[in-house]
Each structure stands twice: as structure tokens, then as C-alpha cells.
């Protein structure tokens, strides 16, 4: 028995010279040079040791709750916040590389079964410290009724639960599923509260509609891109918007579908329009996400934003749906055009109309850009007469010949030689120059600008400008119109 600290220290000190004999590993030499010249087995450590004693000190050094082997949790609390700190950023930096490098492997997320999984408790009022009854692992009683089971105890529960989140009797998956992607065609849902099937959601207005759809579409090897041939090959997809009197008395909402619903453009669907007209949308499939804008003042970047809908100079016109969305940092741009929220499930997105979005149309950047793009395409009839130039212009934008109350007013406006001064590109240059700019002063500016493009900036000293000139203003205002962005 030990009589003073000392003697501890003493027992302690022979008890654990003698361990790494009774494991057979190498002697320990001192330093680092043990762990760089491979002296140390790590997966020796692993053996059991015949003596039940020596076993027993083994496991408590080197199993799963040694104490000389701490969790992340409990290291990070013992070295402090300054580690810790060091840390993420040095994450923060791998995880960039791993998103923004060309040779970055292509990953999805996935979860692994702990090798015993276990019943949890119900947490009584939401509270994690408040533990309920023990519940088994098993489907919601609500979908799957009286006679449900428990999941196996060796799994889980999680492939389980996809099988029968996917199962044919399931009524709700099927359903959903075909109400959303007909929200997405038609501007409104047969269920109109596309997140909640609940008792205190509002009735299909078509019951035997949806009912069919999603038989369908589960007989059809739940393949979307089916589903998305059905709806908009039907003979209600195909109808016209234009309301008939009888019929608006009758149905003024449009509840039983006897028109097409005027539908608004999502913000993505409105940039990549912009690259259609201009002719340079990339349809390349898959890839690393772009940033298309600069990020708020208020994010984690900090500084001011210049609205611009592109400012990645490697590839700025490939389809928005790659888009670099940062939750911390999402640009107040997208916030302008309605863009669900990316903090939480979005079943629909709740569109407004406000004059952020006219003044971003005709300031931004982006749209000037559109603007010349359109007018430099290759079929574009540069020699043609205003006549025919407008009127390739509506077929690009509208796929419609004008009228002609449209073309009269058009050739007024091109033809008209007090026509204002040509509209600045940004909004920087509303404010007109006290002082004519001499060429070192321009080409001052465009240097900077070059070199602002490079890095990804979007202010109003790194943004080319050239004004306008007057049939290039005159495609920026049917780039603006309504019928641009609404589908008819």
C-alpha cells in the first residue's frame, strides 16, 4: 500500500514500464523519432494481452474511453477558444479547396449505422435533458396505422424508414411529390398548402386528378422527367391566358383550370433568360458551384455590394442553378427576387413585387451586358432596317411578331433625336462627371477594373463602363418588360 504521493508515483512509474512489455511493443526511445521512424505500433495496441489484470489496464489506456485518448469535445474545451478558433479556420480553408478546386473529388453526404444502434426516449416538451418512455424505432403510426412494427434492433431503422417513406401504400410520398412539380408548371398546387397534407390543410381542388397522377407516376418508375412530359404535353398546360368573360364570372381564381395561369419567372429562371438572349448560356451539365455575385455587405465577407448578377470571370454564364449559395452570406440581390430562404424547407416561394427589382433591372451590370451580347449576335440583322431589327427583337424576347400600335411606338422611340441622354451602365454613373475624363484616367479605370474582375469584386471602380447607345437602350427597355419575365 502506498504511503505518501511519492510512492504513487513510484507504483505508477513501474506499473506502466512494465505495460508495453506485456503488449511486446518496441521500447520507447524518446522525442518524436519513436512516431517518425514507425518505433510505435499504433495498431499493436490493439492485441489482447493474455494476463486478465494487464488486460484490464490495456483496455482503460487504450480503448474507446481512455483517458489519455479525449474526444474532439473534450480536447477543445481543454485547450481553449483560441485553439479551437485556429482550427476552423484551417477547416474553413480545406472545405473551400474541396468545393472550388477543379480537381476536387465529386462527394455527396452519408450517414453510417453506429455498430449498436439503440432506442432513444421521448423528449417531453421538446427538452433534452427531459426524458419520456423509451419509443422503438418504427414508422409514424399516423401513415402506417395500429399494426405497424418495430424496426430490427441490429439497424437503425433509416433504410427501413426510406422503404417505407417510398412504400405504394404509403398515401401521402406519390402525392406530394406530383402537387409540387404541378405547382412548379401552373402557379398553384391541387393542394394549395403544398407543405402540409394535414388535417388543417385545404382540400385538392381535383382529388381524382392528384389520385391518378401519382398512381401514374409510381406505375412510371417515379421518374420525374416522365412526370414533367405529362404535365406539360397536356391540353391544360397548352391553353391559353387570356381570360373569357363567361368564364370569369363563373371561376374568377381560375379554380377548375379553364385557362393557363399567368406565372412569374423565378430569379434563376430570369438570369438564365437573360443568357439565352444574350447567347452565351452555358448548358453544361454538373460541376463545381460559381459565385455569380459579391456577397452582401452584411455576410462574412464584409463590404459593400454593387448589385451584378455575374462577377465570376472563369465562367460566369453557366445556368444559375450552380450557383454558390452561402447561408451565411447570401447576397441581398437574391433576397430582392424572392429567393427561398436556405435556413429552412421552402415548399413555395412567396413572390412580391417591389421597385428594388425595376431599379436592378436598369442599373445592373449584368443587364447592360445582356443588352450588347443581344445586339452582337451573328443573327442579328445589323444591316437590316429598324423595322426588322425590332422585330427580331420581339421574336427573341417574346416569340411573337409586335403589333402594331408596338411597332409604331418603337420606331418613334429609335427615330426620335431628342431622346434623353444615353442610360449609365451602373448606378455609380448616374451621377454625371463634374470633369471630362483624360485617356491616362480611362485607362487608369480599366486596369483597375480588369484587376477588380480578376478577384471577383463588383464596385463601381471595377465595373468597364460604355454607355448605351440608343437601340441598345431600346433592347434594354423590352428586356424589362413584363412579358420578359412572366409566362404566358
Known amino acids: 500500500q502506498p504511503a505518501s504521493l511519492k510512492d ?27 512516431i517518425r521512424n514507425n518505433n510505435f505500433d499504433f495498431e ?30 473534450t480536447l477543445l474545451t481543454a485547450l481553449g477558444a483560441q485553439f479551437s478558433n485556429a482550427e476552423n479556420v484551417i477547416i474553413g480553408k480545406r472545405y473551400a479547396v474541396e468545393m472550388t478546386h477543379p480537381g476536387a473529388p465529386a462527394r455527396a453526404m452519408a450517414l453510417e449505422d453506429k455498430s449498436r444502434p439503440k432506442d432513444a426516449p421521448v423528449f417531453i416538451r421538446g427538452e433534452p435533458k427531459n426524458f419520456g418512455p423509451i419509443v422503438p424505432r418504427q414508422f409514424l403510426e399516423i401513415i402506417a396505422g395500429s399494426d405497424r412494427k418495430p424496426f430490427p ?65 409510381m406505375d412510371n418508375g417515379w421518374s420525374l422527367k416522365k412526370l414533367h412530359k405529362l404535365m406539360v404535353m397536356s391540353g391544360t398546360y397548352q391553353q391559353d391566358s387570356r381570360p373569357i368573360a363567361k368564364a370569369m364570372q363563373a371561376d374568377a381564381t381560375n379554380q377548375w383550370l379553364w385557362r393557363y395561369n399567368i406565372r412569374r419567372l423565378d430569379f434563376e429562371e430570369i438570369r438564365d433568360t437573360m443568357l ?11 460541376g463545381q458551384p460559381i459565385p455569380i455575385t459579391a456577397p452582401s455587405g452584411s455576410g462574412r465577407y464584409g463590404g459593400g455590394m454593387l448589385a451584378s448578377m455575374s462577377s465570376d470571370t472563369k465562367n ?14 447570401l447576397p441581398d440581390m437574391f433576397q430582392t427576387f424572392d429567393f427561398a430562404n436556405p435556413d429552412m424547407s421552402t415548399g413555395e416561394r412567396i413572390l412580391t413585387t ?29 444591316s437590316g432596317s429598324a423595322e426588322e431589327k425590332v422585330r ?65 469584386r463588383t464596385s463601381a471602380a471595377a465595373t468597364v463602363s460604355r454607355q448605351l447607345n440608343t437601340f441598345e437602350r431600346y433592347a434594354q427597355v423590352v428586356l424589362l418588360s413584363n412579358e420578359l419575365i412572366f409566362v404566358n
Open 153 to 217: 434492433q441490429d439497424s437503425s431503422g433509416r433504410l427501413e424508414m426510406a422503404k417505407a417513406i417510398t412504400d405504394r401504400n404509403n398515401p401521402l410520398t406519390a402525392r406530394v411529390l406530383v402537387n409540387r412539380a404541378w405547382q412548379w408548371h401552373f402557379g398553384q398546387a391541387i393542394v394549395r398548402t403544398v407543405s402540409d397534407f394535414g388535417t388543417r390543410s385545404e382540400p385538392p381542388t381535383h382529388p381524382e386528378l392528384l389520385d391518378w397522377m401519382a398512381t401514374w407516376f
Open 8 to 34: 504513487v508515483g513510484e507504483i505508477y512509474t513501474s506499473v506502466l514500464a512494465e505495460l508495453p512489455k506485456q503488449m511486446k511493443l518496441k521500447p520507447y526511445v524518446g522525442g518524436n523519432g519513436s
Open 44 to 73: 499493436k495496441v490493439k492485441d489482447p494481452i493474455t494476463d486478465p489484470e494487464w488486460e484490464s489496464l490495456r483496455q482503460h489506456l487504450f480503448g474507446d474511453a481512455s483517458p489519455i485518448l479525449p474526444d474532439n469535445r
Open 354 to 382: 417591389v421597385p428594388q427589382q425595376a431599379l436592378f433591372m436598369l442599373n445592373s451590370p449584368f443587364v447592360a451586358e445582356q443588352v450588347r451580347k443581344l445586339i452582337a449576335r451573328p443573327d442579328f440583322p445589323t
Open 392 to 456: 427580331f427583337l420581339y421574336r427573341m424576347a417574346f416569340q411573337r411578331a409586335p403589333r402594331a400600335e408596338e411597332l409604331k411606338m418603337s420606331l418613334e422611340f429609335l427615330n426620335d433625336d431628342d431622346a434623353p441622354a444615353p442610360a449609365a451602365t451602373t448606378l455609380s454613373q448616374a451621377v454625371a462627371e463634374p470633369t471630362p475624363k483624360t485617356p491616362e484616367e480611362i485607362a487608369r479605370e480599366e486596369r483597375a477594373a480588369r484587376k477588380g474582375m480578376k478577384l471577383g
Open 316 to 329: 460566369p454564364n453557366r445556368r444559375t442553378v450552380y450557383a454558390m449559395i452561402d447561408r451565411a452570406a
Open 276 to 286: 439565352v438572349l444574350g447567347g452565351n448560356l452555358d448548358a453544361k451539365m454538373g
